[in-house]
């Protein structure tokens, strides 16, 4: 799975910005998609997942009714539309790929469960 990230840039606290995870290369069935971001000099942090078609989320308690991930099956993307942003929400977010997942199941939420990442795309959010 190749996992391509974009969208970020520099907004003010309190607009939003949308970032978008395109995959390609092989399809797998049990397949789960997550957003995970790193600040500086900070270890990575969950953010958000969801599985393949949609049915189950699962987000990070910082980002709790702010953000909201969403998948389009056709385009094999997945966003992250990011609200009332903050700016300790500045960070390199990442997008990751958990494949053979228990779909039903809380979605994982340590980096090390998810197998492929893209490369990080850049969010700085000023006050």
């Known amino acids: 799975v190749q996992l391509q990230a974009s969208g970020g840039g520099l907004v003010q606290a309190g607009n939003s910005l949308r970032l978008s995870c395109a995959t390609s290369g092989r399809t797998f069935s049990r397949l789960v998609l997550g957003w995970f971001r790193q600040a500086s000099g900070s270890e990575r942090e969950f953010v958000a997942a969801?599985?393949?078609?949609?049915?189950?989320?699962q987000y990070g308690d910082s980002v709790k009714g702010r953000f909201t991930i969403s998948g389009d099956n056709d385009k094999k993307t997945v966003y992250l539309q990011m609200n009332r942003l903050r700016p300790e929400d500045t960070a390199v977010y990442y997008c990751?790929?958990?494949?053979?997942?228990?779909?039903?199941?809380?979605?994982?939420?340590?980096?090390?469960?998810?197998?492929?990442w893209g490369q990080g795309t850049q969010v700085t959010v000023s006050s």
């Open positions: 969801i599985s393949r078609g949609g049915g189950n989320t």
């Open positions: 990751a790929a958990e494949v053979g997942a228990i779909l039903t199941s809380p979605l994982k939420v340590y980096a090390t469960d998810y197998d492929y």
